[in-house]
């Protein structure tokens, strides 16, 4: 069983910048974070191999937003650069062994966290 608990969520302006943290207990899997906005489908933002450090972005989060680890505090980061108004939604941390599995939003094998609010004001 792995348990994911997000944090670093907040109000911020546009254009300014939020890093947040997937901090999860159990053994290390590939990891991932989603966001769904008010009204919206969960949709695959960032991923990061639980070895190899291999990563992978969907196109609005390219240039602006980077995922990180680190593998001993079992913990992952997303780097959140020139924050736009529709970046404004609740994120979400996922876990997975399979690589394939942890980019898609409507995996039921995805382990997943409660969730943190980031909302961006114009």
């Known amino acids: 069983q792995v348990q994911l608990v997000e944090s670093g969520g907040g109000l911020v302006q546009a254009g300014g910048s939020l890093r947040l943290s997937c901090a999860a207990s159990g053994r290390a899997f590939n990891m991932a974070w989603f966001r769904q906005a008010p009204g919206e489908e969960r949709e695959f933002v960032a991923a990061?191999?639980?070895?190899?450090?291999?990563?992978r972005y969907a196109d609005s989060a390219k240039g602006r937003f980077t995922i990180s680890r680190d593998s001993a505090k079992n913990t992952v980061y997303l780097q959140m650069n020139s924050l736009k108004p529709e970046d404004t939604a609740v994120y979400y941390c996922a876990a997975n062994p399979s690589w394939s599995e942890v980019t898609r939003p409507e995996s039921n094998s995805n382990y997943w966290g409660q969730g943190t609010q980031v909302t961006v004001s114009s």
């Open positions: 990061i191999t639980w070895a190899t450090f291999i990563t």
